[in-house]
């Protein structure tokens, strides 16, 4: 294997690693997140048949940097199920290498013939009319089974934290639960669309000049907006809705105004639950 293939392999990485920030928001099991970098190194390796040799190193790549970057540049390492993590990442490594000495070394052109893919190419439909038909008999369940705050709530609290010294001198309303509110807006939103996706966003909506969602607290606009900017537009509404509100659950009803989603609803309602909680103690 020359330098240069080394270089474009390393390159690749990165399309592996978005492809993994992408999966991690759906709810699938460990051996199928697995399989996913071997997935992606045949399809790779037969759309660029030079970048063959030793393929199986991006995988290898792929997480050496997955694991520097969340340790250094964001904050998943701290909610990541270690053990789940590191079945997940010898699962992807020996599949890997299975594939491309068994597989992938063996072969000239990973790409099958025609008549080699028809019976792939029916399996795949069989595959695609059961996933739309599971996923509208299962829809309720999931809706129900929403269990973002179960998974991260050591997360939760350390964003919080995190957030609480960054934004306490714009987060001041008179209303503590509008406070408490925000904070669970923002810890929920930049775990579905961190900093550096809504940086790219911003580069992207430069060209298309859409009204698109801005900032931590991810509100639309038609002009690019801070992570503060969002805050202070989300407070703003909270603010005036919740002045409208009455009865008991005023906060409940407040996040089923600003949330058609009943997942949003049901997480962000956690979080907030989660954090008052916290600050009894």
Same mark, same amino acid.
């Given at each position: 294997?020359?330098i240069?293939t080394?270089?474009?392999?390393i390159?690749?990485?990165f399309p592996?690693?978005?492809i993994h920030?992408i999966?991690d928001?759906?709810e699938i099991?460990i051996v199928?997140k ?5 997935i992606y ?8 048949p030079?970048?063959?040799t030793?393929?199986f ?5 792929e997480?050496i940097?997955?694991e520097f970057?969340y340790?250094y540049f ?5 909610m990541?199920n270690k053990k789940?993590?590191?079945i ?6 020996v599949l ?13 052109n990973?790409?099958?013939?025609v008549e ?7 399996l795949l439909v069989i595959?695609?009319?059961?996933n739309?038909?599971k996923?509208n008999?299962?829809?309720? !369940? ?5 269990? %973002?705050? #179960?998974?991260?709530k050591? $997360?939760? @609290?350390v964003e919080?934290?995190?957030l /609480? ?12 639960d509008?406070n408490?509110?925000?904070y669970?807006?923002m ?7 961190p900093?550096y996706?809504?940086? !790219?966003?911003k580069?992207v909506?430069? %060209?298309? #000049?859409r009204?698109?969602k $801005?900032? @931590?607290?991810?509100?639309y606009s038609t /002009?690019?907006l801070?992570d503060?900017?969002?805050i202070k537009?989300?407070?703003k509404e909270?603010e005036?809705k ?6 008991k659950?005023k906060?409940?009803?407040l996040?089923?105004?600003k949330?058609?989603d009943?997942?949003y609803?049901?997480?962000?309602l956690?979080i907030y ?9």
């Amino acid at each position: 294997m020359n330098i240069f293939t080394l270089i474009f392999q390393i390159v690749f990485i990165f399309p592996l690693f978005f492809i993994h920030e992408i999966i991690d928001k759906k709810e699938i099991n460990i051996v199928e997140k697995a399989i996913i970098p071997t997935i992606y190194i045949i399809v790779l390796s037969a759309l660029v048949p030079d970048l063959k040799t030793n393929i199986f190193l991006i995988v290898i790549f792929e997480i050496i940097f997955r694991e520097f970057y969340y340790n250094y540049f964001s904050n998943k390492g701290s909610m990541l199920n270690k053990k789940e993590y590191l079945i997940e990442t010898i699962i992807s490594i020996v599949l890997s290498l299975i594939t491309y000495f068994y597989f992938l070394n063996q072969v000239d052109n990973a790409l099958p013939t025609v008549e080699e893919a028809r019976p792939f190419i029916w399996l795949l439909v069989i595959i695609f009319i059961y996933n739309i038909l599971k996923n509208n008999i299962d829809i309720k !369940i999931k809706i129900e089974n929403s269990n %973002f705050i #179960n998974r991260k709530k050591e $997360y939760v @609290i350390v964003e919080y934290a995190r957030l /609480k010294n960054m934004y306490y001198r714009v987060i001041r309303s008179k209303v503590e639960d509008i406070n408490l509110l925000t904070y669970s807006i923002m810890i929920y939103e930049n775990n579905k669309r961190p900093k550096y996706v809504r940086e !790219i966003d911003k580069i992207v909506n430069r %060209f298309l #000049n859409r009204e698109i969602k $801005y900032g @931590i607290t991810q509100e639309y606009s038609t /002009k690019e907006l801070s992570d503060e900017e969002s805050i202070k537009i989300t407070m703003k509404e909270l603010e005036s809705k919740y002045k409208d509100l009455k009865g008991k659950e005023k906060i409940k009803d407040l996040v089923n105004i600003k949330y058609n989603d009943t997942i949003y609803q049901k997480d962000i309602l956690d979080i907030y639950n989660e954090l008052k909680e916290f600050n009894k103690k």
